[in-house]
């Protein structure tokens, strides 16, 4: 029975499809991806630079094919890119945008892309670009002017996996990659009634029920019903394929959806029929990360690195899981192998950072200039001036600051902010409220420079440039939760606007529900309007998402005006162990216990 999809499956995706099943087995596990040029464009020649540039610019340029030359293509798009905004050049934008969608970069493509359509509205080059980026790549466009209907198009797709079942072939690769052909699709609940509609004829393939499985996971979005027709599906494969890790893992990953405790009870139930399987112990070993059981975790990744000691993957898992314990000795050791192994800067990184933690700060700085790769590698700059600053080298760190090659408009605005942290970490406030402006005048509407402009007017008791600045913040970017957030709390916090704070970060907790500052606000605002019990509540959960001394604050002062003093006194002291100097727990246990 023929029936009419509510939209239109873009040809591409059965295009892809098609390619995908007459395809290798090898050639089966690999996605249709769009087709970029064959190569990245080589640097500009003297011959290609605009003239006339100021010293910076050219600085900027020049750094942008020094970034190419050396294979950080991101970079170096970036670069051209802004250069060509503020130039109007035609030829930059042309090469911002061909860089930028060889390497997959979607969003400066995109902006590259448009600026070369402004410069050169005749030009087909950018339009093609924006349509690839528009349709999902270049294949994307294959069926305009001529794509079949959608009852067509299903009438396709049964006849290809009609064709597989009867060459003997199977169906099992073909439903295994039908999600993947229509991952591009906007429509995730057509997308499932699509693939649940082709599996029909296809009861006893297991992978044609974890396709259905997978489909509804994915349309979750849509309609939460999803979640139990996935969950039926998934084990209707398994009842077919008891031992399939793969979809033991869809079916951990549907449960999650509910309780991360019910996917770590069915993993580890799995793995009693299945104790060898690595996938099913790295994805039980993930869940107990998000229930903070961190030793166990790292428990699982040493007993995988053991049995697999060329796979990266389990060190690096080790290593993080020992550095998240704080577990100094053991995540250097790891850190330092991984590193003589070849590296992408992540390992030097860490034990950059754990130089800090540990107080070596020279040898901080040290590690933190040797790491040289990328984007770390910024990151890295931007830590020393920190380290300085705790040694007490003020000057030293600003001028180190100024002296870094700040090349796009991102990382102009990540010095401000490092420079200015330098300078609230001294104590200097107002100095560090004025270098923000500073950057805030020169980046008159920077989301993270009004943010920080704010927090900072905040404890300079400059409240109306604090609710200025973050109720601009909002007006770029409403749904923030963050920004609604530390809006709705500075009302709450510092003024008698209570119930108006309060309906801000009501607002911030629908976007993220479960955010721990997020609900630590909402608890401090149900506080203020005294409702103790329901305060209670959000706090408690704002505490065990993340132990914090500021939430630590708050819950323990809610209990001791409930009565509860000596279960807040415990919560206190929790806190005092790991933050003994913290002010806002300091001051609210001195101000009660008077």
């Given at each position: 029975m023929s029936m009419s999809f509510p939209f239109r499956l873009r040809f591409a995706a059965a295009a892809a499809f098609t390619a995908a099943i007459a395809a290798s087995p090898a050639a089966l596990a690999q996605p249709a991806p769009p087709a970029p040029p064959a190569s990245v464009p080589a640097p500009a020649s003297t011959d290609d630079l605009p003239t006339g540039l100021s010293a910076e610019l050219f600085y900027r340029l020049l750094l942008g094919d020094i970034a190419l030359q050396r294979g950080d293509a991101a970079l170096a798009a970036r670069a051209y890119l802004e250069v060509a905004q503020e130039l109007k050049d035609v030829r930059l934008a042309r090469r911002a945008a061909e860089i930028a969608y060889a390497t997959r970069q979607r969003a400066t493509a995109e902006a590259a892309a448009t600026l070369w359509l402004e410069l050169a509205p005749d030009a087909e080059r950018p339009q093609q670009i924006l349509a690839a980026l528009a349709g999902g790549g270049p294949a994307a466009r294959e069926g305009e002017g001529g794509a079949p209907a959608e009852a067509d198009l299903k009438a396709r797709l049964e006849k290809l996996l009609a064709d597989q079942a009867l060459s003997g072939t199977g169906v099992a690769d073909a439903f295994l990659q039908l999600n993947r052909a229509f991952s591009r699709q906007g429509d995730k609940a057509a997308v499932y009634a699509m693939i649940r509609d082709l599996a029909a004829p296809y009861a006893s393939s297991p992978e044609a029920h974890f396709a259905v499985s997978l489909a509804a996971l994915n349309a979750v979005g849509t309609d939460p019903a999803m979640v139990a027709i996935a969950l039926e599906r998934v084990d209707?494969?398994?009842?077919?394929?008891?031992?399939?890790?793969?979809?033991?893992?869809?079916?951990?990953?549907?449960?999650?959806?509910?309780?991360?405790?019910?996917?770590?009870?069915?993993?580890?139930?799995?793995?009693?029929?299945?104790?060898?399987?690595?996938?099913?112990?790295?994805?039980?070993?993930?869940?107990?990360?998000?229930?903070?059981?961190?030793?166990?975790?790292?428990?699982?990744?040493?007993?995988?690195?053991?049995e697999e000691?060329?796979?990266?993957?389990?060190?690096?898992?080790?290593?993080?899981?020992?550095?998240?314990?704080?577990?100094?000795?053991?995540?250097?050791?790891?850190?330092?192998?991984?590193?003589?192994?070849?590296?992408?800067?992540?390992?030097?990184?860490?034990?950059?950072?754990?130089?800090?933690?540990?107080?070596?700060?020279?040898?901080?700085?040290?590690?933190?200039?040797?790491?040289?790769?990328?984007?770390?590698?910024?990151?890295?700059?931007?830590?020393?001036?920190?380290?300085?600053?705790?040694?007490?080298?003020?000057?030293?760190?600003?001028?180190?600051?100024?002296?870094?090659?700040?090349?796009?408009?991102?990382?102009?605005?990540?010095?401000?902010?490092?420079?200015?942290?330098?300078?609230?970490?001294?104590?200097?406030?107002?100095?560090?409220?004025?270098?923000?402006?500073?950057?805030?005048?020169?980046?008159?509407?920077?989301?993270?420079?009004?943010?920080?402009?704010?927090?900072?007017?905040?404890?300079?008791?400059?409240?109306?440039?604090?609710?200025?600045?973050?109720?601009?913040?909002?007006?770029?970017?409403?749904?923030?939760?963050?920004?609604?957030?530390?809006?709705?709390?500075?009302?709450?916090?510092?003024?008698?606007?209570?119930?108006?704070?309060?309906?801000?970060?009501?607002?911030?907790?629908?976007?993220?529900?479960?955010?721990?500052?997020?609900?630590?606000?909402?608890?401090?605002?149900?506080?203020?309007?005294?409702?103790?019990?329901?305060?209670?509540?959000?706090?408690?959960?704002?505490?065990a998402g993340r132990p914090d001394a500021e939430i630590a604050a708050h819950l323990g002062e809610v209990l001791w005006v409930k009565g509860e003093r000596e279960r807040a006194k415990e919560i206190w002291a929790a806190q005092l162990k790991d933050a003994p100097d913290h002010p806002v727990l300091l001051e609210t246990m001195r101000r009660l216990s008077r």
């Amino acid at each position: 029975m023929s029936m009419s999809f509510p939209f239109r499956l873009r040809f591409a995706a059965a295009a892809a499809f098609t390619a995908a099943i007459a395809a290798s087995p090898a050639a089966l596990a690999q996605p249709a991806p769009p087709a970029p040029p064959a190569s990245v464009p080589a640097p500009a020649s003297t011959d290609d630079l605009p003239t006339g540039l100021s010293a910076e610019l050219f600085y900027r340029l020049l750094l942008g094919d020094i970034a190419l030359q050396r294979g950080d293509a991101a970079l170096a798009a970036r670069a051209y890119l802004e250069v060509a905004q503020e130039l109007k050049d035609v030829r930059l934008a042309r090469r911002a945008a061909e860089i930028a969608y060889a390497t997959r970069q979607r969003a400066t493509a995109e902006a590259a892309a448009t600026l070369w359509l402004e410069l050169a509205p005749d030009a087909e080059r950018p339009q093609q670009i924006l349509a690839a980026l528009a349709g999902g790549g270049p294949a994307a466009r294959e069926g305009e002017g001529g794509a079949p209907a959608e009852a067509d198009l299903k009438a396709r797709l049964e006849k290809l996996l009609a064709d597989q079942a009867l060459s003997g072939t199977g169906v099992a690769d073909a439903f295994l990659q039908l999600n993947r052909a229509f991952s591009r699709q906007g429509d995730k609940a057509a997308v499932y009634a699509m693939i649940r509609d082709l599996a029909a004829p296809y009861a006893s393939s297991p992978e044609a029920h974890f396709a259905v499985s997978l489909a509804a996971l994915n349309a979750v979005g849509t309609d939460p019903a999803m979640v139990a027709i996935a969950l039926e599906r998934v084990d209707r494969a398994l009842a077919l394929k008891p031992d399939w890790d793969r979809a033991a893992l869809l079916k951990s990953e549907i449960l999650a959806k509910r309780s991360t405790d019910e996917a770590v009870a069915y993993l580890s139930a799995f793995l009693k029929t299945q104790p060898d399987s690595r996938p099913i112990r790295g994805a039980l070993a993930q869940h107990y990360v998000e229930q903070k059981r961190l030793a166990e975790a790292r428990t699982i990744f040493e007993a995988l690195a053991a049995e697999e000691p060329d796979v990266r993957e389990y060190a690096m898992g080790v290593a993080i899981l020992s550095y998240q314990l704080k577990d100094w000795p053991a995540a250097e050791a790891q850190f330092a192998k991984l590193a003589a192994n070849g590296d992408d800067g992540t390992a030097q990184l860490y034990l950059a950072q754990i130089a800090e933690e540990t107080k070596r700060y020279e040898m901080a700085i040290t590690r933190y200039k040797a790491v040289t790769d990328g984007d770390r590698a910024w990151l890295a700059k931007l830590r020393v001036a920190a380290v300085l600053g705790k040694l007490n080298r003020i000057d030293e760190g600003r001028r180190w600051l100024a002296d870094l090659p700040a090349v796009t408009i991102d990382q102009r605005i990540q010095v401000r902010q490092a420079e200015a942290s330098l300078l609230r970490e001294a104590g200097d406030s107002a100095g560090a409220y004025a270098v923000l402006e500073q950057g805030l005048a020169e980046f008159p509407d920077a989301p993270d420079l009004l943010y920080d402009v704010a927090m900072l007017a905040e404890k300079l008791d400059r409240l109306d440039v604090a609710e200025a600045r973050l109720k601009r913040l909002i007006e770029l970017k409403p749904d923030d939760p963050q920004a609604l957030n530390a809006l709705g709390y500075t009302l709450v916090d510092r003024t008698a606007r209570t119930e108006e704070g309060r309906a801000l970060i009501e607002k911030a907790l629908k976007l993220s529900p479960d955010d721990p500052f997020i609900l630590d606000s909402m608890g401090w605002a149900l506080f203020k309007l005294g409702r103790y019990d329901d305060a209670v509540v959000y706090l408690g959960r704002a505490y065990a998402g993340r132990p914090d001394a500021e939430i630590a604050a708050h819950l323990g002062e809610v209990l001791w005006v409930k009565g509860e003093r000596e279960r807040a006194k415990e919560i206190w002291a929790a806190q005092l162990k790991d933050a003994p100097d913290h002010p806002v727990l300091l001051e609210t246990m001195r101000r009660l216990s008077r």
